[in-house]
């Protein structure tokens, strides 16, 4: 059981973000470059206001159905010589990821959310493993002993020169604080490059699956998912059930509608993963493990998205792209960054906290902070209404859940 | 800026003996406008920009339904819960309504002026004063949806027996909680609500409006009207049709997508200082449009907005409310 000052300690940790004047630094260019970036792409590539309305729409069809098509989506991928499992809990999805990687070995992993809500690279790192994030973003979040605080930009809140710092430490050479992003980003690269090869594991997410095809689609632009997901010879993937739709049509469009309102024109990289790597090369006998990973397991995480999904005002909290968008639009966000949340954050971060993660007090800290100005709603694909599910939340936090009654 | 810097501090202090209030100070305001009491379509001032024993009444609900909350009638969890959290809602909700009560010498203003703009309109609105129900919409914001709901249903009986028929609302969370709440918790709800806004701009083409000096405005959204009630071209239409009104507004941060001042429904007494910050952050947005006047039409972003410019130490900069905007502008 949490302390009871669980709620100043917030307000204290909130406060002490917004007084910090090189994070709302750091924030007010990020929301700048981030307004006018999405600007760009959608004009760009104006149809994906329009798609944004068809995939509502399957979202809208797929989320009721989430635990069918997972059932589909696994029926395929063992097709495929792959593996599928449904994890109940994140404990479930923990213990499948640790039996399958077992202890004293290298493990890359790209970014995932899901991978954070169920603290992954702790619980390997705890069983023996050597765990690296290959994202740089979460490879400085990492490196800092910090935790990310945007879903997208993980370490949006540390300037150039505390990279410098850290890497300096890290990698042993003596990089000036004073230094191109660019010589940082090398720096990175060169540290990281052997660890792919040398992984036994890679680890990654997936932005959307197909369930006719068992299809992970993964959209990145660094680089470092399509190294971890296909150097390694075994490739885990943790996808929250939620990213479920149909067809592969209906992922593609999820795609790239995700992308864009990412601030994204063309993202450089979009990885289609539906089984291990084979050939039939020789006399057409399908042999597996050719350059790519010989074993592949995809884990769909419920750990109460199904139960989210049974409240009628709060389910579209699941429709969310992770596109990021909201919390550059957020006034509170702009000057506290992730300190305002939890495992996800800003007002849609509440319901998560609520009934994902079922952590009401943390829940209910977030829920009090958002304004419910409603302009998150405004920049959102899904439309997704923050404030009716903040007020909806607070309700079930005053007048009790009688959904919950069990309790 | 001009009267008092130390307005949102008087208000705090003013407010908190305003709770004892008779009822001979209600609707004080009005006194000498000689609104009548009866008729079909009525002017709802709301609590915001008013202070009267409406708002005693209110504040005895709200601290019924608090008492009601941590003691029996709602689940023990919720009690245990507030209290680990520490949170302290019966406080909360007496700092936001007296953080809602407003000074009547400052503050009589916007509500003066919309009654004097609707009159030259040709509108002759009544007026309920110290009959007039609370909205309730602090309720329904704190999550306390089963008692706001009474009082919703006992709002519309009020509004009903009075013999009202139509409402013009002008603050926004009022406007907003009669106009689309109100339909969500009362059967058979037939009242018809639009905001002053609405009313103005429709007959804005007929009228010749003048601002007594030439200057540089821009106008804040309050989310409640821009986002909840889709108000976005009404108050620019308004201003943009007065002369000497030059409106100047924010890149980006404008109509949709205006920044929220800071002061989201009692957000502000639960972190005071936080809130402070974010109107900070809102008036600077607004004075690099160069404005010599922040345009707004809600009570709380006024406040929000003042201590803004308050804590940046700008000065000749003045905030007003749309409906003096437009009283001056028909003065000329």
Same mark, same amino acid.
């Given at each position: 059981m949490k302390k009871t000052s669980d709620f100043k300690n917030y307000k204290k940790e909130i406060m002490g973000a917004a007084h910090d004047d090189r994070l709302r630094l750091a924030l007010s260019r990020a929301i700048k470059s981030f307004r006018s970036n999405v600007k760009d792409a959608l004009e760009k590539f104006p149809h994906t206001v329009g798609m944004a309305e068809e995939v509502l729409k399957i979202k809208e069809a797929a989320i009721p159905r989430m635990e069918e098509l997972a059932r589909q989506a696994i029926a395929v991928i063992e097709e495929n010589k792959g593996k599928g499992y449904i994890a109940k809990t994140a404990n479930e999805a923990l213990e499948i990821i640790a039996d399958l990687t077992g202890t004293n070995k290298l493990v890359v992993k790209g970014k995932t959310m899901t991978g954070e809500e169920i603290g992954l690279r702790e619980y390997l790192e705890e069983k023996g493993n050597e765990v690296y994030e290959t994202d740089l973003g979460e490879f400085i979040i990492q490196k800092m002993g910090s935790r990310p605080m945007?879903?997208?930009?993980?370490?949006?809140?540390?300037p150039r020169e505390d990279v410098a710092r850290l890497f300096s430490k890290v990698m042993g050479q003596e990089i000036a604080p004073d230094s191109k992003i660019a010589d940082m980003v090398a720096a990175a690269r060169e540290y990281l490059r052997d660890k792919f090869f040398r992984a036994d594991i890679g680890i990654s997410g997936a932005n959307v699956v197909a369930a006719e095809t068992g299809t992970l689609f993964i959209i990145e632009n660094e680089g470092n998912i399509r190294l971890a997901t296909s150097a390694p010879p075994v490739h885990i993937a943790l996808v929250g059930m939620e990213k479920l739709v149909p067809t592969l049509s209906d992922a593609y469009k999820v795609s790239e509608v995700t992308w864009r309102y990412a601030n994204y024109t063309i993202p450089s990289y979009v990885s289609l993963v539906s089984g291990p790597s084979k050939t039939g090369?020789? %006399?057409k006998e399908t042999t597996y493990g050719a350059h790519g990973p010989k074993e592949f397991h995809v884990i769909f995480l419920d750990g109460g998205r199904t139960r989210l999904a049974r409240y009628p005002r709060l389910a579209q909290a699941l429709y969310c792209l992770r596109c990021g968008g909201c919390l550059y639009e957020c006034p509170v966000f702009a000057v506290t960054a992730g300190h305002f949340g939890d495992k996800y954050f800003a007002g849609i971060g509440a319901v998560w906290a609520a009934i994902v993660n079922e952590d009401m007090e943390k829940a209910a800290s977030i829920a009090y902070t958002c304004l419910t100005c409603g302009r998150c709603r405004q920049r959102c694909p899904m439309k997704i209404d923050v404030p009716e599910m903040i007020i909806e939340l607070r309700k079930l936090l005053a007048e009790g859940d009688p959904a919950n009654a069990r309790d | 800026m001009p009267p008092g810097l130390t307005y949102l501090a008087d208000n705090i202090i003013t407010s908190q003996n305003i709770l004892g209030v008779t009822k001979e100070q209600s609707a004080r305001w009005a006194q000498k406008l000689d609104?009548?009491?009866?008729? %079909?379509t009525i002017f709802f001032a709301g609590c915001g920009y008013q202070f009267s024993p409406q708002l005693e009444r209110l504040m005895s609900l709200a601290r019924g339904v608090d008492k009601s909350v941590i003691g029996a009638e709602l689940p023990m969890r919720f009690a245990r819960f507030q209290k680990k959290l520490g949170l302290n809602l019966p406080g909360i909700y007496s700092n936001v309504l007296s953080l809602n009560i407003l000074p009547g010498r400052e503050e009589l203003k916007p509500l003066e002026a919309a009654i004097k703009v609707l009159r030259n309109l040709g509108i002759q609105p009544g007026y309920l004063a110290e009959e007039e129900p609370c909205c309730g919409a602090p309720l329904n914001h704190a999550g306390l949806q089963t008692k706001f709901a009474e009082n919703a249903r006992q709002a519309y009986r009020t509004l009903k027996s009075h013999g009202v028929k139509k409402i013009i609302g002008i603050v926004p969370y009022c406007t907003h909680a009669i106009s689309k709440l109100f339909p969500l918790y009362v059967d058979g709800y037939d009242l018809e609500v639009r905001h002053f806004l609405e009313v103005v701009v429709e007959k804005i083409p007929s009228l010749k409006l003048k601002f007594p000096r030439k200057v540089k405005v821009t106008y804040h959204d309050p989310c409640q009207l821009v986002r909840y009630l889709s108000l976005v071209e009404e108050p620019r239409r308004i201003l943009t049709s007065i002369e000497n009104i030059e409106l100047v507004e924010p890149d980006w941060t404008r109509g949709e997508w205006a920044t929220c001042c800071g002061g989201g429904g009692g957000f502000e007494t639960v972190f005071p200082e936080l809130s402070q910050v974010l109107a900070v952050n809102r008036a600077s947005e607004l004075l690099e449009t160069g404005a010599e006047i922040i345009v707004t039409h809600c009570p709380g972003c006024i406040m929000q907005l003042k201590d803004g410019l308050r804590e940046l130490k700008v000065e000749g900069v003045e905030v007003l409310d749309l409906s003096q905007v437009v009283a001056m502008a028909m003065e000329t």
């Open positions: 945007h879903i997208l930009s993980p370490s949006i809140h540390v090369d020789i %006399e | 609104i009548p009491r009866q008729a %079909e």
